[in-house]
């Protein structure tokens, strides 16, 4: 049963200066809301339950959309799994409580695609959550994640919450983080075609084998998804959230170069992990529901890198590894 959300409902946007947080928001914002509520982490420390519940109780939002989160590509999740771990458990644990204890109507959580098994079958249900061990350079923030999506099923069931999760594939689009050494892939391979662009250099490295294959959504789509979802879903189980369609990194990584850098030469460094063999999307119960992605790969990198371009990031000094 699809509810309607006033214009003037007050939605709170955790996160909203991250990649997914500021698209929801910008979403938001196109569609006519004007009642948006966002607070910076020097205001409030998500992590900090008291600091949560005040802020709460002082602007009572009627809708939450919890995109907040510690987040990063596969270096930074291997490398500080206590910090994903920690930061993502407590976030959700101080949201979710404080979203039941004010009486949000609807809060949506949004997990991510590296919660499920490592080995999982292809294309991944939503039931394969929880059916194996997953992938160790990521173990951290999975569990993290796997607690918010289940802490959202507690609530439902011993408070009649109305909270609800979603399960986004790798995202990419304006308002990334393009840090070279910490961000995902799709960020962190415009940055480097672009510096070697700049520098004349001919060959790129590209982690790993190149062999993973990958399904990338454009972050507008998933703000798209989530209002859609806030709308119209409203069961258990987490619904995924992708384009159902993936490709190898070494593909990518081609139509990545085709835009930014086309005489660029790939070289491949495997002694960089490669991470997930594959984690395409199952969503045709998305689909059921009635939605589809709007933005094709093709269009979406050259919206990211002229986004990239207009913001002025590419001026990083250092060696490009
Ligand atoms: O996007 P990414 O960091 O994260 O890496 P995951 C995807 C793949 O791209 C891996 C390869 O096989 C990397 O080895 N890759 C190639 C690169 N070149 C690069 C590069 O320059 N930078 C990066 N970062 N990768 C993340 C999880 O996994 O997925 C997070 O760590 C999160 O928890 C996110 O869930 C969605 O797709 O492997």
Redesign the pocket.
Known sequence: MAIQIPSDARIYVTGHRGLVGSAVVRHLKAQGYTNLLTVTRQEVDLRAGQAVDAWFAQHRPEYVIHVAGT????????TRPAE?LYDNLMMHATVLRAAWQHDVQKLLYLG????YPRECPQPIQETSMLNGPL?R??DG??IA?IAGVVSCQAYRRQYGCHFISAM????YGPGDNFD??????????I??FHLAKERGEPQV????????R?EMLHVDDLADACLFLLKHYDEEMTINVGTGQDAT?RE??EQIAEVVYPQAELV??PS?????PR?LLDVSRLHALGWKHKIELADGIRATYDWFLEHNLGKTAGRV?
Not at 168 to 171: A, M, Y
Not at 205 to 210: L, P
Request: proline share 5%; charged share 20%; glycine share 8%.
């Open positions: 987040v990063g590509g596969i270096h930074a999740n291997n994903f991510s695609s590296c919660i992938e350079t990521n923030y999975a994640k986004p594939t790798n995202l070279l050494e910490d961000s995902h892939m799709f960020a962190a391979l940055h480097k490295q590209v982690w790993g084998t190149g062999a993973p990958r990194i990518l990584a491949f460094d960089k992990p490669d991470g997930t984690k590894s």
